[in-house]
Nanobody
Framework: QVQLVESGGGLVQAGGSLRLSCAAS????????MGWFRQAPGKEREFVAT????????YYSDSVKGRFTISRDNAKNTVYLLMNSLKPEDTAVYYC??????????????????WGQGTQVTVSS
């Protein structure tokens, strides 16, 4: 079975930084595009960032572009999300996901077939 386990969430003041990690078990990581999504209370889950299988290509939502950086270490089966200049509106549960069907990065939630349990990020004003 494939498992994705997120860590690194927490409480931070506006303007601060956090780095999320997502460790993958199983054999799908190195052949999967990876993504980060988030869901705030009362809202739908939304795309945040994605990275291709090789790590060459990345893509971000407009709301985080220039502040967040997605990266991956295929030797460690881990994907990261470095979040700088955090804002209260970044408060959400953050999920990592794997799209084992493609090498390319993808923004569509429905393309991802494996999901982590989520980690809470709270940004205070």
């Amino acid at each position: 079975q494939v498992q994705l386990v997120e860590s690194g969430g927490g409480l931070v003041q506006a303007g601060g930084s956090l780095r999320l990690s997502c460790a993958a078990s199983g054999r799908i990581f190195s052949r999967s595009a990876m993504g980060w999504f988030r869901q705030a209370p009362g809202k739908e889950r939304e795309f945040v960032a994605t990275i291709s299988r090789s790590g060459t290509n990345t893509y971000y939502s407009d709301s985080v572009k220039g502040r967040f950086t997605i990266s991956r270490d295929n030797a460690k089966n881990t994907v990261y999300l470095l979040m700088n200049s955090l804002k209260p509106e970044d408060t959400a549960v953050y999920y990592c996901a794997a799209d084992s069907g493609t090498a390319s990065s993808t923004t569509s939630l429905t393309d991802y077939d494996y999901w982590g349990q989520g980690t809470q990020v709270t940004v205070s004003s």
